[in-house]
């Protein structure tokens, strides 16, 4: 309760318009925690994702991306402590149901999310880096310029009392989001981000996003069809 106390008035004024749009739509109580029935009836109806409970504090990004893949959001059961009320480095049930999931509600936006698993799940160590590169800077700490403004996108960001107050008053760069830019970035985990970058629509981070992911599909394909050829050669002595 305390957490959404603090941190509503904080989107109302700094968050993007899809995620307000979906705030409305999944009207999470501010006394409770929310079970998975009350969560799932107000998700699954208007884009088909599911939501689930997980003991695990960190999934890992394979089985994550096979969650996605299912159309399933885990959320952890593990909360924040009182010390790390304002920021905290670990993905918490708060991050997870607040920052996430009205988002489940809103089709352009998992339409998006959608094409992040796919493309992961094929691809090399090093791609899979750079998946994770753009996953953060984008869907978790990403901004969106809206009617001339800068709007927080990112989960991250909107889950964070810290951060939220840091970028928007000012005090983190902001870059444009491309390929390039991002690529060079390392995400920061146990810090504030010391950049974050800025894309102009929802239309315009799904081009860039492609840009990289076809060319891991391309690759991909000819590392499958390559092992196919040795596993028909292996057949056949």
Not at 61 to 72: A, D, I, M, N, T
Not at 89 to 112: A, K, N, Q, S
Not at 201 to 206: D, E, F, P, T, V
């Amino acid at each position: 309760g305390a957490l959404l106390q603090r941190q509503v008035p904080n989107v109302e004024q700094f968050a993007c318009k899809e995620f307000l749009q979906g705030l409305r739509r999944i009207e999470l109580p501010h006394s409770e925690i929310p079970s998975l029935a009350f969560l799932n009836s107000k998700i699954i109806p208007r884009t088909g994702w599911n939501v689930m409970r997980t003991k695990t504090r960190y999934i890992d990004s394979v089985p994550w991306y096979q969650h996605f893949l299912r159309k399933e959001f885990a959320v952890t059961d593990f909360l924040r402590s009182w010390e790390e009320f304002e920021f905290t480095h670990e993905p918490d049930m708060f991050h997870d149901i607040f920052g996430h999931l009205p988002f489940h509600t809103v089709p352009e936006y998992t339409e998006l999310i959608e094409l992040f698993a796919p493309v992961f799940l094929r691809a090399s160590e090093e791609q899979r880096e750079n998946i994770k590169r753009l996953a953060w800077f984008s869907y978790e700490f990403g901004l969106i310029r809206q009617q001339g403004e800068i709007k927080v996108f990112g989960t991250g960001l909107l889950s964070s009392i810290g951060e939220i107050a840091q970028v928007t008053s000012g005090k983190t760069p902001i870059l444009p989001f491309t390929i390039e830019n991002v690529l060079k970035r390392d995400k920061s985990i146990y810090t504030f981000n010391k950049e974050l970058f800025v894309f102009e629509s929802l239309a315009s981070l799904k081009k860039e996003l492609e840009r990289y992911f076809c060319t891991v599909d391309g690759e991909q394909s000819a590392v499958m069809h390559s092992q196919e050829i040795v596993d028909r050669q292996m057949e056949l002595r």
